[in-house]
């Protein structure tokens, strides 16, 4: 719903815990109408939940830093869609880890995935290629097992991982989910891809489809069907661009993001020398 105002619906008031409260994208304060504290649209998120008295907060703060990291493309996505949708169609967004959101704001990943469709539909109805969206992984439960097995995989070829796949060989001891695997998480299909030079990736594409209805089509076969991913060509091929002696299977955005967001020891502790100092004269 591009350029259209929606509200937000808090499911319940993290103070009363009356609900659901409804908050608009504005920047000024809104208040519960039951209890009347403040609330923030974030509050969505349900990150609250996992915060507790007598507890660390570190969990509930990375677990904001993951939704964020799903958000932030999202965000960038509506203003070009608003701004210009074409452009849309020759650009690439790379996420860090698979495409899917865990924990209380797992339920994001349901509007990701209508949205990205969405956009895919409006892009097609103005003879547009479909976003490319990837999300790369460096670490887990596949990247893992891929470690084990590529020794044995031809060069050269990819593979979108299925359930049958994945509940045998990445995650024996996990009985299989009843509406298939990341049902409640997942936005994206997941690959194993071997370059003509022998590197691995793992990465994953957003699902062609708005919803994971098996009324509507057989989901569980077809995201794996890799007819179905037209931008998969594209995707490769960048991975391949892109290909980077920085950091083992990582690529050149990836690394580039960890180069340049980090703040180096020696300047960075200068500046925060500096800030301190200032701080104190203004004080006194
Ligand atoms: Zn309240």
Excluded at 155 to 172: S, V
Excluded at 206 to 216: H, L, Q, V
Aim: charged content about 20%; proline content about 7%.
């Amino acid at each position: 719903m591009v350029g259209v105002a929606l509200a937000l619906k808090i499911h319940r008031c993290p103070v009363c815990d009356k609900g659901p409260v409804e908050v608009e994208d504005v920047p000024y304060p809104q208040y519960c109408p039951h209890c009347d504290e403040e609330v923030y649209p974030s509050d969505c998120l349900r990150i609250w939940e996992e915060v507790a008295d007598h507890q660390s907060n570190v969990q509930a703060i990375s677990r904001f830093m993951l939704a964020v990291e799903h958000l932030i493309p999202i965000h960038y996505i509506r203003y070009l869609a608003g701004e210009s949708l074409p452009l849309l169609g020759s650009v690439s967004v790379f996420v860090d880890g698979p495409l899917a959101v865990f924990g209380n704001p797992a339920w994001l990943h349901g509007s990701i995935q209508r949205y990205l469709f969405e956009i895919n539909t409006q892009l097609s109805s103005i003879a547009q290629p479909p976003l490319v969206i990837i999300g790369l992984q460096k670490t887990g439960q596949v990247v893992d097992h891929v470690n084990l097995v590529e020794r044995f995989l031809p060069k050269n070829r990819i593979f979108a991982i299925t359930d049958e796949y994945r509940y045998q060989y990445i995650l024996p001891s996990r009985d299989p989910a009843q509406n298939g695997f990341g049902y409640e998480t997942y936005y994206g299909q997941d690959f194993i891809y071997k370059t003509s030079t022998g590197r691995v990736f793992v990465f994953a594409l957003p699902y062609p489809f708005g919803t994971k209805d098996e009324t509507i089509v057989d989901f569980q076969k077809a995201k794996t069907e890799l007819g179905r991913y037209p931008q998969l060509a594209r995707a490769l091929a960048l991975v391949t661009e892109f290909e980077s002696d920085l950091y083992e299977n990582a690529v050149v955005p990836i690394a580039l993001a960890h180069r340049y967001t980090a703040i180096s020891l020696s300047p960075g502790g200068r500046v925060l020398d500096i800030l301190t100092a200032h701080g104190l004269q203004s004080q006194s």
